[in-house]
Antibody, heavy 116, light 112 residues
Framework: EVQLVESGGGLVQPGRSLKLSCAASGFTFSNYGMAWVRQAPTKGLEWVAT????????YYRDSVKGRFTISRDNAKSTLYLQMDSLRSEDTATYYC?????????WGQGTLVTVSS | DVVLTQTPPTLSATIGQSVSISCRSS???????????LNWLLQRPGQPPQLLIY???RLESGVPNRFSGSGSGTDFTLKISGVEAEDLGVYYC?????????FGAGTKLELK
């Protein structure tokens, strides 16, 4: 069973940084692409970034390009999202999900609040 | 980016009623590899999304068979044959055929 546990969220001031983690288990992490998806309060789901199984390819939504960096450590079965220059509009619950054409194994998410 | 249009935005149902949700895509979701990466998620109140249906019509493990998916190309439907109380929440279609992944705006299923 795919299990994903996000962590690292919290309250942060605009312009500051935060690093999210996603610990994976129940599958061979190094075989799959991974994604971050976020959900602003009372809003729908929004794709943020994707990384290939080996970390060689990364993709970002336009609004986070140059500010967010997705990465992974296959030895630790862990996915990361480094978020710099945070803005109020980045306030959301961030979920990681296993990719491969199907977003599967959603964790509970971690809440990021950007506010002064 | 591919736009997914879900209808209706809100659905009121009684327990036992059968309901359908439509998801229309701005372009065909048939991938060059022959798969159609159109999936359905359910987000219950206060919970993370969960996968219900993948590749248009395949039921995720553990999901009751009152859920079914159908469609092809640009038109897709999720059907619930006999709504139960635990089915209440917001349903999303999501496509992964064309990068980036995009989501429908959601359909909120509530009790009438």
């Amino acid at each position: 069973e795919v299990q994903l546990v996000e962590s690292g969220g919290g309250l942060v001031q605009p312009g500051r940084s935060l690093k999210l983690s996603c610990a994976a288990s129940g599958f061979t992490f190094s075989n799959y692409g991974m994604a971050w998806v976020r959900q602003a309060p009372t809003k729908g789901l929004e794709w943020v970034a994707t990384i290939s199984y080996d970390g060689s390819s990364t993709y970002y939504r336009d609004s986070v390009k140059g500010r967010f960096t997705i990465s992974r450590d296959n030895a630790k079965s862990t996915l990361y999202l480094q978020m710099d220059s945070l803005r109020s509009e980045d306030t959301a619950t961030y979920y990681c999900a296993r990719h491969g054409g199907i977003l599967r194994g959603w964790g509970q998410g971690t809440l990021v609040t950007v506010s002064s | 980016d591919v736009v997914l249009t879900q209808t209706p935005p809100t659905l009121s149902a009684t327990i036992g009623q059968s309901v359908s949700i439509s998801c229309r895509s701005s372009q065909s979701l048939l991938h060059s590899n022959g798969n159609t990466y159109l999936n359905w998620l359910l987000q219950r109140p206060g919970q993370p999304p969960q996968l219900l249906i993948y590749l248009v019509s395949r039921l995720e493990s553990g999901v009751p068979n009152r859920f079914s998916g159908s469609g092809s190309g640009t038109d897709f439907t999720l059907k619930i044959s006999g709504v139960e109380a635990e089915d209440l929440g917001v349903y999303y279609c999501v496509q992964s055929t064309h990068a980036p992944d995009t989501f429908g705006a959601g359909t909120k299923l509530e009790l009438k």
